[in-house]
């Protein structure tokens, strides 16, 4: 199976100063080691700091400037961007309004990158089916949203197979698919486990619709992901022979707000499956509507092994094209995250790295619409092409 480490492969010249709302989860902390390798600087508002604070802040050292504790609230975050000067904001929260911050950093000049355009307002199919309809309106700046893993590297990755591998025509299909298999090195988990969020992790699995994007731009609306059919990879353009991924292995079918902008783009059907550590798959499902996921990150008395696979698959005919990205758990990542938070946070960084290389004129872009981002990305994550040939397709299906 290809990996990849934690180790930027080439650093860009041009230092920047970022401010990072909501950078004291895991997804915060490797987008301050990405930062570090960088040579960037951060000043991070969050309300809490991570549990191995007193580690961090010595392994960054120049790398974050200030630490905030404070609760996110748009009368702080506008009082902190006119108070001191950014070369970008980057805005990890959940509840931030996700258009208002954006308008008020243009008005000021600030580009702006952040994780997703859904915050606490809007279920994901309706802020994604807004974002689609109409973009806040800006003059001053270009901003890259929906960064990350999902829904930004998939997005620029499945843009780049129909572009390099389907000569621009639109698929027949479009499957996003992950597979996290991260597990407690001891090889035993506690309880149901997630490796970000429990809150939203939970929520996306037991309470938040889950759709799936079908032809011509019809979305389907299910009840929630773990009351539907359960999922196979099989079937889905999964190089099983390159990553290990259980074919019958159970999964869920997951609202991600990447379907609506590429099913919409290319009139196609599009859907997301999301598959956990058999064992913890078992858990999950277990659990029910009452569970509280523990969050899996690297810490002193936890060493995690397991990895995380994210990967888009493009049918054309009886053929899948696809690429995907691997990321696994070890001593090399920092404490206070883990192999899927890295993968994220290398998005985040990719749309810094992308605004830094590239000008564009101002506007709100998703990552597979800026130019220069998947050369970026590509600075710090490996990506691996493949293509699942009509043979193996059918060898899939029949089983």
Known sequence: MKSTSPIISAVPTGPKKCLIIGGGGPVGIALLYLFKQLGWTASVVDPRRPMNYPIHQKALAGTIEKWTI????????????TAEKFDCVIDLTP???KRA???YCDNLGIPLVNSTMVDYKDDIHIAAFNFICERPHVANRAHIVASGMNPGALNAMAEEVIKTQLDGEAPDEIVYWEYDDTIPASGKFEGPSTTWCPGE???EIAEDWNFEVLEEGTVLLHEDALSWTPQSFRGIGVPFGEVPVPPNGDAFLVGHEECLYMGWRHDTAVKFIYGFHPENMKLIRSAGYDQTP?????DAELE?????????ACRDGDVWYGQYCTMGNSPELPMDTNAT???VAAGMAASVLALTAHEAKPGIYLTHEYPGWMEAFRKLVAVNEYEVPSSEFKIQNSK
């Open 341 to 343: 938070c890295w993968l």
């Open 95 to 97: 509840t931030l309004d």
């Open 101 to 103: 911050t954006i308008t």
């Open 304 to 312: 995690l092994s397991g990895r995380d696979i994210v990967g888009v």
């Open 70 to 81: 404070q609760h996110y609230s748009m009368p702080d975050f506008q009082h902190r961007v």
């Open 201 to 203: 992790s939970g929520a």
């Open 294 to 298: 523990e969050l899996l990150v690297r």
